[in-house]
């Protein structure tokens, strides 16, 4: 921890140290004074927390405890999109912002979205290790299939949705989109085809990439209904959150053939267990990634600025609104 004796600092208390790119930020304004703490245990936070005025948070849960020890506290900056470990109801009671770093990952988590498609359609995950024996005769019958002119629903067309949006239409997919709270015309300004009933439009669908946050109306949003609409031929991908796709009901939908295979970046708990049933799965039908689809090396420098400089705006009295969830709290 550094310290200072001089009181007219505002103090942040940094949990999980981020990239040097952020600390810069920080460490170039004199009144500024930095805490940084290394530990996701609440005691040790809580301790650390005494009298800050701002906290960036990576992978902590930030509690009512925690914000407790912090009477001065002024502003809550998550190090990515997610908030679901973060307090907001305490934050909303008290009138403190919690921002977020919207522009940081949408690109790498898009990209992450299309390289489960393209990995799963053109079935990487088998002809990798056929092409390292000296008998090739089981790359036939041929199993890869192209993107073009297939049916692509993305569900969510926030900044990540419609990123994926562009970048399938670059692939010449028939893009559509489902999102209630966004507008049909943004959608089809965003180049998707806006679809309303989801659940009726499976059947026609040969791809799904979920985008959308994970809320009581989302969660087990793909489960055994589905499943069972979707074409045996189907493809899945979740680089949202764990919970929106039933785990127990993808597991019976991949293993008997309801649809062809899927790719999670999420998980309902991570990490998960080894003995998960999703996890005896080939990666032939299933490949996983460990909630890394929106950290790049690119995207960890944007995340740790934009995170620093939510917290130095809320200080300086001009909080972006693009970069706030509980807008209800600003003054201006």
């Known amino acids: ?3 200072t004796t001089n009181t007219n600092k505002k103090r942040v208390l940094v949990v999980q140290e981020l990239h040097p790119a952020g600390m810069a930020m920080l460490e170039a304004r004199d009144d500024v004074e930095i805490v940084v703490v290394n530990s996701l245990d609440e005691d040790v936070i809580a301790e650390a927390a005494k009298d800050v005025h701002g906290m960036t948070v990576r992978g902590a849960r930030i509690t009512k405890r925690i914000m407790d ?5 002024m502003v809550v900056s998550r190090h990515g999109v997610g908030y679901d470990a973060v307090d907001l109801e305490t934050l909303n009671a008290r009138g403190i912002p ?9 690109i790498s988590v898009a990209e992450q979205a299309m390289a489960f498609l393209l990995a799963l359609a053109k079935e990487v995950s088998f002809y990798d290790p056929i092409t390292r024996k000296n ?9 890869g299939v192209d993107l073009e002119g297939k049916n692509l629903l993305i569900v969510g067309f926030g900044r990540i949705g419609s990123k994926v949006a562009k970048r399938a239409n670059g692939f010449d997919m028939k893009v559509f989109a489902h999102d209630p709270y966004v507008d049909d015309a943004v959608i089809r300004a965003g180049g998707a085809e806006p679809i309303s009933d989801y659940n009726a439009a499976l059947g026609d669908m040969d791809a799904v990439l979920v985008h959308c946050m994970k809320t009581a109306e989302t969660t087990n949003m793909f489960s055994d209904a589905q499943f069972k609409a979707m074409k045996p031929s189907a ?11 039933d785990e127990s009901a993808l597991y019976t939908a991949l293993t008997t053939g309801e649809i062809r295979s ?3 970046d999420v998980l309902l708990n991570e990490p998960s267990s080894v003995d998960h049933p999703l996890f005896t799965i080939s990666p032939e039908k299933l490949i996983l990634s460990p909630h890394i689809a929106g950290v790049t090396v690119e ?3 944007r995340m740790a600025t934009q995170t620093v400089d939510n ?4 200080f300086d009295g001009r909080p972006d609104p693009e970069c706030v969830v509980n807008t209800q709290v600003l003054k201006f």
């Open 299 to 301: 995207s960890m420098e």
């Open 69 to 73: 020890a912090a009477p001065d506290l």
């Open 311 to 314: 917290v130095l705006r809320v």
């Open 98 to 106: 919690l921002c977020i770093a919207i522009h940081s990952n949408m």
């Open 235 to 245: 493809i899945i991908v979740n680089c949202a959150r764990g919970g929106i796709i």
């Open 1 to 3: 921890m550094s310290a």
């Open 262 to 264: 899927a790719g999670l």
């Open 135 to 143: 008998d090739w005769t089981e790359r036939y019958p041929v199993r």
